[in-house]
């Protein structure tokens, strides 16, 4: 069971009701303090057992933003856990999936409504991955391009972004791999020094010690040049104290607000989305996927006679559809030779963006 008080508490329970710790006794000593109960809120595996503020927000849209917000975002891969930070932060266990199937699917922003330290300035953005199970990288990068360049336009700038991994990965994927070098062409090097590298599922790991030799190899060989560039890190156990503290490191830190940089290239230097950096990266990944398709498609062909008809038939289908996708966004992505050379000319009598996090550095 579980009950939700003030804007202060909740627990979430699955003891009997005449058990000695039981949520109805615990609600007899709220009633006394004068604490009122608040929204009966669905319960969760996941925090099953576990004493948790509760803080009610509000979906907002840039135009509620203000200069004064502290806007934070989460980024990372499809399932790595950003929407469970953020339930965990506010204790409403509304977002998060069971899965590794996208939740997510556009950028959904949240107000933490009357939080003891932060007040009401509190914004947390969640993001979509890369990896999206149900819509395209391309639609996904627009998708966020819009919401960061929107945000700019206000002159609202990101407090904080947290780049999600999970722990228990045992090896760095290629869509795990394509949505850390997006992150860093999107971020680009000056707003380092704003995100937080978090990683997740500590909760699960079955060896502590195998755990921490993959985080020390994620800053080694992955996340080295962020961090470079004075980024931080921090794990999350799936505890509510585990992501406040996430969020109190990002302001602790008292860096001044920065944007990244694919909004610098689009609100300052009025670029095209593919004309960005990310937009380029995407662009190359896109080609690399048509590639192997087009080759995995030439293989299928040629070993066509080795297997019966509707083995060849429904998998070339298949890959046809993907190709055919793929070919879309890769068009989609491509700069026109006169905005090429136009974009050249700028370079040289323009202004030049802050600068990118190479993408070859992110090995």
Not at 1 to 13: A, D, L
Not at 148 to 167: A, E, M, P, Q
Not at 326 to 337: D, R
Request: charged share 25%; proline share 4%.
């Amino acid at each position: 069971m579980e009950i939700s008080y003030g804007p202060y508490m909740r627990i979430v329970s699955s003891c009997p009701p005449n058990a000695p710790n039981s949520p109805r006794l615990s609600l007899v000593v709220t009633v006394c303090l004068g604490l009122r109960p608040l929204t009966h809120a669905k319960s969760s595996p996941s925090f099953k057992g576990i004493i948790m503020d509760v803080y009610h927000t509000r979906a907002v849209k840039p135009a509620d933003l203000t200069a004064t917000d502290i806007v934070i975002a989460f980024m990372g891969p499809t399932g790595s856990g950003k929407s469970r930070i953020i339930d965990a932060l506010t204790g409403e266990d509304t977002r998060a999936g069971s899965s590794l199937k996208s939740v997510t699917k556009d950028v959904a922003a949240f107000r933490v409504l009357n939080h003891a330290k932060y007040g009401n300035n509190l914004v947390l953005v969640d993001s979509p991955g890369f990896d999206d199970t149900t819509k395209s990288d391309k639609y996904i990068l627009e998708t966020i391009s819009n919401w960061l360049s929107k945000t700019f336009k206000k002159n609202i700038k990101l407090s904080g972004i947290i780049y999600v991994h999970r722990i228990t990965d045992v090896r760095m994927a290629g869509t795990i791999h394509r949505n850390l070098r997006m992150f860093g062409e999107l971020c680009g090097d000056k707003s380092a020094k704003n995100v937080v590298l978090v990683t997740t599922m500590w909760d699960k790991v079955r060896s502590p010690e195998e755990a921490s030799r993959r985080e020390n190899s994620l800053k080694m060989k992955y996340w080295n040049v962020l961090l470079y560039h004075q980024a931080s890190v921090a794990r999350f156990d799936n505890k509510q104290a585990s992501a406040w503290k996430i969020i109190d490191q990002v302001m602790d830190r008292d860096v001044e607000k920065t944007a990244v940089l694919l909004q610098e290239e689009m609100v300052t230097l009025k670029r095209h989305l593919n004309e960005t950096n990310a937009g380029k990266a995407l662009y190359r990944d896109l080609q690399g996927l048509l590639d192997k398709q087009n080759k995995t498609m030439q293989l299928l062909t040629e070993k066509a006679e080795a297997q019966t008809p509707e083995d060849v038939d429904a998998e070339a289908k298949r890959l046809r559809e993907e190709i055919e996708a793929l070919l879309k966004e890769v068009e989609g992505m491509q700069v026109p030779l006169g905005r090429r050379f136009a974009l050249f000319l700028g370079r040289i009598l323009g202004r030049k963006p802050q600068a990118v996090i190479p993408h070859y550095f992110i090995s």
